[in-house]
T-cell receptor, first 116, second 115 residues
Framework: DQQVKQNSPSLSVQEGRISILNCDYT??????FLWYKKYPAEGPTFLIS?????DKNEDGRFTVFLNKSAKHLSLHIVPSQPGDSAVYFC???????????????FGKGTKLSVKP | GAGVSQSPSNKVTEKGKDVELRCDPI?????LYWYRQSLGQGLEFLIY????????KSGLPSDRFSAERTGGSVSTLTIQRTQQEDSAVYLC?????????????FGNGTRLTVT
C-alpha cells in the first residue's frame, strides 16, 4: 500500500508557463514533506521542503503548498524552464513521532518535460 | 566540494553471486542512508547509520542484505546470493545530522543487474 502517491507519471508544459506537480499521502502521522529532483544517471537532489505547521513555502521559482485536511501537497514551478525537465519525487516522514528523515517515504515520481 | 561517491557505477552479476556496493559520504556527514529504486518505482528505504548508534535496518528486504559503516565514514552494502528481483539502482545518501534541516545528499547510484 503506497503511503505517498504521485498519480501523474508524466507532465508536459510549455516554457514560461506554470508546472504543477501533485502528491497525495495517506499517513496522517507524516509531518514533514520534501521534493527532490532527479536527472538521468544522477542521484536525486533536494529541492524544497515544508513542515506540517505551514501551508506554503516559497524558494525562488519553486513553491510548495500543503493541504493537511486533504493530505495533499503540490509543487509549483513558475516560470518553467527547459532545464527543469527532470523526474520530481515527493517524499514524507514522521519526524514528530520520533521518525527520522532517513525513513523518508518516496512517491514513484513525475517526469516533467518543459518544451521550449 | 566532493559529493557522495558510489562505486561501481554499474554492476552486472550472475544470479547466486554475492555483490558489494561502496559509498563514500560527504566528509563530516554523520548520517548515511541506503535506498534502492527498482524500475518504475519510487525510492525504497533500506538502512541508515547515525554516528555510533545502532543502524536502523528496518528497510532491508531480506537477510541476504547487510550493510556496514566502518570508522563512521565509508559504507558497504552487501547482497548475498543475488536474485533477479535485486536488480535496481542502489542509492546512497548522507546528511550532516539526522534532522529536518539537513537534507539528504545523494550519490549517483550503482545500477545492479542480476542475470
Amino acid at each position: 500500500d503506497q503511503q505517498v502517491k504521485q498519480n501523474s507519471p508524466s507532465l508536459s508544459v510549455q516554457e514560461g508557463r506554470i508546472s504543477i506537480l501533485n502528491c497525495d499521502y495517506t499517513n496522517s502521522m507524516f509531518d514533514y514533506f520534501l521534493w527532490y529532483k532527479k536527472y538521468p544517471a544522477e542521484g536525486p537532489t533536494f529541492l524544497i521542503s515544508i513542515s506540517s505547521i505551514k501551508d506554503k513555502n516559497e524558494d525562488g521559482r519553486f513553491t510548495v503548498f500543503l493541504n493537511k485536511s486533504a493530505k495533499h501537497l503540490s509543487l509549483h514551478i513558475v516560470p518553467s524552464q527547459p532545464g527543469d525537465s527532470a523526474v520530481y519525487f515527493c517524499a514524507a516522514c514522521a519526524k514528530g513521532m520520533g521518525g527520522s528523515q532517513g525513513n523518508l517515504i518516496f512517491g514513484k515520481g513525475t517526469k516533467l518535460s518543459v518544451k521550449p | 566540494g566532493a559529493g557522495v561517491s558510489q562505486s561501481p557505477s554499474n554492476k552486472v552479476t550472475e544470479k547466486g553471486k554475492d555483490v558489494e556496493l561502496r559509498c563514500d559520504p560527504i566528509s563530516g556527514h554523520t548520517a548515511l542512508y541506503w535506498y534502492r529504486q527498482s524500475l518504475g518505482q519510487g525510492l525504497e528505504f533500506l538502512i541508515y547509520f547515525q554516528g555510533n548508534s545502532a543502524p536502523d535496518k528496518s528497510g532491508l528486504p531480506s537477510d541476504r542484505f547487510s550493510a556496514e559503516r566502518t570508522g563512521g565514514s565509508v559504507s558497504t552494502l552487501t547482497i548475498q546470493r543475488t536474485q533477479q528481483e535485486d536488480s535496481a539502482v542502489y542509492l546512497c545518501a548522507s546528511s550532516l545530522v539526522q534532522n529536518n534541516n539537513s537534507p539528504l545528499h545523494f550519490g549517483n547510484g550503482t545500477r545492479l543487474t542480476v542475470t
